[in-house]
């Protein structure tokens, strides 16, 4: 009977551990995201993501940050990052370009929400054919066919996430 009870136990420890990693998973994905998914439900439809975050004073804001920072990713034996320390940015004001150091500090990134944002502006000017110098109009073709492309990229990987969202809060 006591061997039950201990597993009994462990299996709450274990799922209190597992919710609490799932948790800092998701505030960095919301961070990585810059927002959060369409579907997500609950008492405030998670508008306030980073009420959750794990830092005091970014649970504290009264709106979401204009930057986040996602921790490297070690690999399995945690003697090396396999990806270095991201920061997302939310607008181009605080980072006019992204940025990826080949020596392997941390990255500067935009929020998959502002290159989504900057995609479609910079297609509605494509579309409109933005005015150059002295009135020749100019397309932006490289840099929105680029931006499309990476748009593209960061749906998929947003769709797949909201299955996994959906998968894991049918979960609990």
């Given at each position: 009977m006591k061997a039950l009870s201990d597993a009994a136990a462990k299996s709450v420890t274990d799922a209190k551990d597992q919710r609490t990693k799932e948790l800092l998973w998701r505030e960095w994905l919301y961070c990585e995201l810059g927002a959060v998914p369409d579907a997500l439900t609950g008492e405030d439809n998670g508008t306030s993501w980073w009420k959750y975050s794990q830092e005091q004073a970014v649970a504290d804001l009264v709106s979401a940050p204009t930057s986040c920072t996602v921790p490297a990713v070690r690999n399995a034996a945690d003697d090396a990052d396999l990806r270095p320390e991201v920061k997302y940015f939310g607008s181009t004001d605080d980072l006019a370009a992204e940025e990826k150091p080949a020596d392997g500090t941390a990255?500067?990134?935009?929020?998959?929400?502002?290159?989504?944002?900057?995609a479609l502006a910079a297609t509605s000017d494509e579309d409109a054919g933005v005015s150059g110098s002295m009135g020749i109009a100019r397309n932006a073709h490289g840099k929105v066919?680029?931006?499309?492309?990476?748009?593209?990229?960061?749906?998929?990987?947003?769709q797949q996430r909201k299955a996994e969202f959906a998968f894991y809060d049918s979960v609990y």
């Open positions: 990255w500067s990134l935009w929020t998959a929400t502002l290159v989504a944002s900057t066919a680029y931006l499309k492309g990476d748009k593209r990229a960061k749906d998929w990987v947003l």
